[in-house]
């Protein structure tokens, strides 16, 4: 066991950047619905610590967790799995 402890990681997609050191980020998982057995897509908004200000809206970022912040954020961006295409 590390240092911290097992700290939960999640993968998402960045949809906001307006902030100062602060990214939206929405993660997808799946669901199996108990009545007609099919997969549901589900999601969740986390609001994380971006300390560079480097990801932009539609980078796929992976977080993890972190002692709270501010309010609402709780989570940090441990890496940039995917840069953005669009301009």
């Known amino acids: 066991m590390s240092e911290r402890g097992n700290r939960r990681t ?7 950047d307006k902030m100062d050191k602060t990214v939206v980020v929405r993660v997808e998982r799946l669901v199996k619905d108990t009545r007609y057995q099919k997969y549901v897509r589900r999601h969740a908004r986390f609001m994380v610590h971006d300390e560079e200000n480097g990801c932009g809206i539609g980078d796929r970022v992976r977080i993890i967790e972190h002692r709270p912040l501010s309010k609402r954020k709780r989570w940090k961006v441990q890496s940039t799995l995917q840069k953005s295409t669009q301009v």
Not at 10 to 16: A, F, H, R, W, Y
């Open 10 to 16: 999640l993968d998402g997609v960045v949809v906001s």
